[in-house]
């Protein structure tokens, strides 16, 4: 089954970027699939931000505007989020999550960054 | 965007009840949405895609029904273990929207 992972600092200070790693196992990141980031607020809301497609094309949440990035590294099967210029209301649990086009299959088991001073 | 509304966020039931969550789509989403349900301490779980197919493995007393703008999803018999926030979401077009969930409770 398709596995993924999340890795990141935990703590980002205010105005600062925030980059998490998504390893991906048990699936080549190229093979299909569409690879997402999505984040849970304090308070369990839900949010879309972007993803990068199997052929590396991306689609990013407006809301988001030019604040974030989504790439990949083919070779480590892994995908990344960045997003600039922080703040505490970008506090959240992000998830990496696997969309087959229709329904978000495979999630992550999250990781909690907090922005802080 | 396309708001995703559960009107209830709290529901309590009794073990061998049946439940069922609505959620209203702000405009027409064809079928083309998807139940979760987070137990806590966990991220979400697939349930219910295309508004009434179940994901490999998830139990029959878990379904989904409606289509355009109007969706539910029912537990025929809850269970205990059901204990859980659920949340619909729509996949008909980006930005993707959520539900803000509707927490099961179990007397």
Known sequence: DVQLQESGPGLVKPSQSLSLTCSVTDYSITSGYYWNWIRQFPGNKLEWMGYISYDGNNNYNPSLKNRISITRDTSKNQFFLKLNSVTTEDTATYYCVGDSVIRFDYWGQGTTLTVSS | ?107
């Open chain 2, 1 to 107: 965007d396309i708001v995703m509304t559960q009107s209830h966020k709290f529901m309590s039931t009794s073990v061998g009840d049946r439940v069922t969550i609505t959620c209203k789509a702000s405009q027409d989403v064809n079928i083309v949405v998807a139940w979760y349900e987070q137990k806590p301490g966990q991220s979400p779980k697939l349930l219910i895609y295309s508004a009434s197919y179940r994901y490999t493995g998830v139990p029959d007393r878990f379904t989904g029904s409606g289509s355009g703008t109007d969706f539910t999803f029912t537990i025929s018999s809850v269970q205990a273990e059901d204990l859980a926030v659920y949340y619909c979401q729509q996949h008909y077009s980006t930005p993707y929207t959520f539900g803000g969930g509707t927490k099961l409770e179990i007397k």
